[in-house]
Each structure stands twice: as C-alpha cells, then as structure tokens.
C-alpha cells in the first residue's frame, strides 16, 4: 500500500525567508508524487508533481520540490515565502488513485 | 472549460435523511474521484471511476453511500440515512491520464455536508 506522511503539522516562517514542508512516502515501485495547496473556501489547486526526470521539479507560484529516492522524500521549498503563501499544504502520492498526506499549514509572518 | 463543479456547495440535513451530490468534471477527463475531508485533515479517497466503470470503492464507503457516473461524465454521489459522522466535506476531482503514469486531479471546491 502506498502512503504519505508530513511531520509538521505547522510550518512558520518569516516573509522574504526560504521555506521547507517536508513530506516522506512509501510506494512500491516508481513514485509519482504531488503538492497541493488549499487556501481557506477553495478548493485543492495543483502545485507541481515528479513523474520521472530531474529530482527538482519547478511549479506555480515560485514552488519547487526535491525528490530524494534513497531518503524516500519529496519537500516542497521556495526561496523566499510570501505572506500570500500562507496555506494548507498537502503532499500526495498517486497512480490510479491518489493518496494525500494530512497536510501541514504553512504560516508567513510579515 | 470552467474547471470541475460540484452541487451543491453547502448542504445542511437531519440525520436519516438521504442526500445526494453532484460532480461535473472537465470535459475531456475520463477519470474522475471522491474524496472526503474532515476539517484539518487530508483528503480521504473513497472511490473512483475510469469513464463509467466504477473501479475501487475504499472501506470508507459503506454500504449507506453509493456513487455512480452513468455515461462518464457527470457523477452523483448519495448517502442514505446520513449520521452526524457524515458531517465533511465531499470533494471531487478529474483527471485525464496521458503519457507515462499519472497526471495531476483536478479538484472542484467541494461539497459541505452538515448532518444535524
């Protein structure tokens, strides 16, 4: 069975300060692996994903991840957090279905 | 294309009640998903369809919740004799596989079920 796990359930960090959300998985085989961001009243929206390929995937808004296979893990980062970053993050792993982690929210003092 | 829409956005109902849900996802998606979340929590997946077969059903689902997409493209999901553990948000999602593996869902911004 394939699943998900994020450590933190809250990430602070000051604006204009890079950012980490971690997240580890467990698959068999090939991982495909997701982030997705809910911001309050809407819904999921897509942030970036790893197929296959580079081990740094780029996405929206400024987000990258880092696919580590030995550790196991897919951590979101950015280089410099904006307030507006300031969300539910949520770390995934998918094939036919997709499984989320329970999310870490992330929060960016001005 | 307006992205996936679910109907309705809020539904407050007695406990006993039957409700029922529906999804219109993009157009061109063959597979679509639902997915319950309780607040502060992930997505919990419950069941999916790849056009109108309905491949896997989780544990989750119980024999009072059933989900159909009788011609692969809009779906319903209905709970009968809804219990206050109902009470969540049902989210559904789209995707359309291409290429190698998977690609990402796409998710409308859900239903919010009150079971009072």
């Known amino acids: 069975a394939q699943s998900v796990a994020q450590p933190e359930d809250q990430v602070n960090v000051a604006e204009g300060n890079p950012l980490t959300v971690k997240c580890t998985y467990s698959?068999?085989?090939?991982?495909?692996l997701f982030w997705y961001v809910q911001y309050p009243n809407r819904g999921l929206q897509f942030l970036l994903k790893?197929?296959?390929?580079?081990?740094l995937v780029k996405g929206s808004y400024g987000f990258e991840a880092e696919f580590n296979k030995s550790q196991t893990s897919f951590h979101l980062k950015k280089p410099s957090a904006l307030v507006s970053d300031s969300a539910l993050y949520f770390c995934?792993?998918?094939?036919?279905?997709?499984?989320f982690g329970a999310g870490t929210r992330l929060f960016v003092k001005a | 294309d307006t992205g996936v829409s679910q109907n309705p956005r809020h539904k407050i109902t007695k406990r006993g009640q039957n409700v029922t849900f529906r999804c219109d996802p993009i157009s061109e998606h063959n597979r679509l998903y639902w997915y319950r979340q309780t607040l502060g929590q992930g997505p919990e997946f419950l069941t999916y369809f790849q056009n109108e077969a309905q491949l896997e059903k989780s544990r989750l689902l119980s024999d009072r919740f059933s989900a159909e997409r009788p011609k692969g493209s809009f779906s319903t999901l209905e709970i009968q004799r809804t219990e206050q553990g109902d009470s969540a948000m049902y989210l559904c999602?789209?995707?359309?596989?291409?290429?190698?593996?998977?690609?990402?869902?796409?998710f409308g911004q859900g239903t919010r079920l009150t079971v009072v």
């Open positions: 999602a789209s995707s359309f596989p291409k290429g190698r593996g998977t690609t990402e869902a796409f």
């Open positions: 698959v068999s085989g090939n991982p495909y």
């Open positions: 790893y197929i296959t390929g580079d081990n």
């Open positions: 995934a792993v998918g094939g036919f279905k997709t499984i």
